[in-house]
């Protein structure tokens, strides 16, 4: 009788945690739905630099600093995660000038922008990042001769590059950037879910699950 009486107790025992463990991940999980969706509205800003198609179910939002080593090396680690789910991924960049001087680059990639040339010229920034900003220390004067080759009207980006319209964006991306507790660069955000901790396979991890929901 005893026996029965300590079994059935186990049981209810075993109920109530498994019932209680349930309630609690299903709240942090109605939690990280409900953050997620908040971030949408500082991270959705259409005249955002982007790659993938607009109708692509998850949406990729990188904060970066072209003067950042670490965004330097993610940069081609994200194409090819976009290439490996085509059509299925957009891309969305943001600024954080973090870095001294970082803010004039930024500058010069809007200015860029206004030539159809964005994204070489972020490449020709990245590929040459380690002669114009020495330990991370933007130095413009040291940019201009990397960014020869592109085709740009260098004075032109020149004058436009201290346009109103693109200190907006920086100052739009740096006020979002401190709205999402952004501090460090790079950032990402999966259809509004920060990284849980930084590190490529916690983006892929959370990339594909987005991928495995909407798909």
Known sequence: MKKSVFIVSAVALLLVFLLGAMVYNNKKLDQSAKMAEQNQAFLARERAPGLGPAEAKVH?????????????????LVKNLMKANDGKIR???RYAPFHPGSDDVVRILEAARRQGK???TLEAVFASQSRWAPNHRAQVELLWPQLGNLGLDIER????MNAPEIERVIAQDLADAKALNV?????YFVNGRPLPSFGYEQLKSLVDA??????
């Not at 990729?60 to 081609?76: K, S």
């Not at 980006?157 to 436009?160: E, L, N």
């Not at 987005?210 to 798909?215: E, F, G, K, Q, S």
């Open 60 to 76: 990729l939002v990188e904060f970066f600093d072209p003067a950042c080593g670490t965004c330097r090396d993610f940069y081609p």
């Open 91 to 93: 891309l969305s960049l």
């Open 118 to 120: 964005f994204w070489e």
């Open 157 to 160: 980006i020149q004058r436009d």
């Open 183 to 187: 501090t460090m660069t790079p950032e």
């Open 210 to 215: 987005a991928i495995a929901n909407a798909y």
